[in-house]
């Protein structure tokens, strides 16, 4: 039997000249439609001595802007974070901060190790401890992801081909992100599949925030489920049309969060005053560009 897709209805009611839309808050209704599938994510993150320290912090803010977009609970996104160079530090478990605001302070106090980069160790730290189910890792289920988040900038002085693909072969999915001179061969080494996906190239840490976005959809459960959504848009003679206007802008950057496609997202469009009018009801493909 097919599952039911989950059926979001969301009523734009509108009070004359009083009305108002924050824009602002389409993202934050766009996550409620949206949350983050179940997830065990852990950071590992380059701190050897070709990390400045000033470039180190631009890492901890992207990390802190991606946990920002997390849905982040023991039954939902567990973070943890690990630090490498010559050494590896599990800084963060995956058991210990479970709430959003705990995760970034956390972050914010991890210092970088110098050194030399050993990508490699890092990955087994990760795969033998920081995903182990003693460190807040949950017991492997199709219902729940296992993702490794990778940042380095350097070429590693050790082997990572093969404990990345027994990572892989453990069910992590690994992001690889390259910053300024890294070795792009190893990135490909370490990263699933498909490359195009899972492999990222920054020229410089200063522009590292720019992969916040792609990381913070990559983990939005409606990118693997079906969801509808109709919208029910009060279209009376009290409404003024600049307000209108808001609401249609509105309602575009709510469905710019949404994957629309056949077997993903539905979404339609009902406007009503004294009677109701349909418009493109659970339309997919082409609601993007008329909306």
């Given at each position: 039997m097919t599952p039911t897709p989950p059926l979001f209805l969301l009523l734009l009611g509108l009070m004359g000249a009083q009305a108002t839309v924050d824009l602002r808050t389409a993202a934050a209704m766009a996550a409620g439609l949206c949350k983050t599938r179940p997830t065990d994510l852990v950071f590992i993150i380059d701190s050897s001595r070709s990390v400045r320290p000033s470039e180190f912090e631009q890492v901890k803010v992207f990390l802190a802007k991606v946990i920002e977009g997390l849905d982040v609970g023991p039954n939902a996104t567990r973070v943890g974070v690990v630090n490498y160079a010559s050494r590896v530090k599990n800084e963060v478990s995956l058991k210990t901060h479970r709430t959003k605001a705990g995760l970034i302070k956390a972050v914010t106090k991890i210092?970088?190790?110098?050194?030399?980069?050993?990508?490699?160790?890092?990955?087994?730290?990760?795969?033998?401890?920081?995903?182990?189910?003693?460190?807040?890792?949950?017991?492997?289920?199709?219902?729940?992801?296992?993702?490794?988040?990778?940042?380095?900038?350097?070429?590693?002085?050790?082997?990572?081909?093969?404990?990345?693909?027994?990572?892989?072969?453990?069910?992590?999915?690994?992001?690889?992100?390259?910053?300024?001179?890294?070795?792009?061969?190893?990135?490909?080494?370490?990263?699933?599949?498909?490359?195009?996906?899972?492999?990222?190239?920054?020229?410089?840490?200063?522009?590292?925030?720019?992969?916040?976005?792609?990381?913070?959809?990559?983990?939005?459960?409606?990118?693997?489920?079906?969801?509808?959504?109709?919208?029910?848009?009060?279209?009376?003679?009290?409404?003024?049309?600049?307000?209108f206007e808001l609401v249609k802008k509105w309602i575009n950057q709510i469905i710019d969060k949404l994957d629309v496609l056949d077997n993903k997202a539905h979404v339609g469009l009902m406007q009503y005053s004294s009677s109701a009018a349909g418009v493109s009801v659970f339309a997919c493909r082409s609601l993007k560009a008329t909306t």
């Open positions: 210092e970088p190790l110098s050194t030399g980069t050993m990508t490699g160790l890092a990955i087994q730290f990760s795969l033998n401890v920081a995903f182990s189910e003693g460190e807040g890792a949950r017991v492997k289920s199709p219902d729940i992801s296992k993702v490794a988040i990778i940042v380095t900038d350097g070429r590693p002085q050790d082997n990572v081909k093969d404990v990345a693909q027994r990572a892989r072969d453990a069910g992590i999915e690994i992001f690889a992100i390259g910053v300024g001179r890294v070795d792009m061969s190893t990135l490909k080494q370490m990263a699933s599949d498909p490359l195009d996906d899972h492999v990222d190239y920054v020229e410089s840490y200063s522009v590292i925030e720019k992969l916040t976005k792609k990381f913070q959809e990559a983990f939005c459960a409606c990118s693997n489920s079906a969801t509808d959504v109709v919208f029910l848009i009060d279209g009376s003679k009290s409404v003024r049309p600049e307000n």
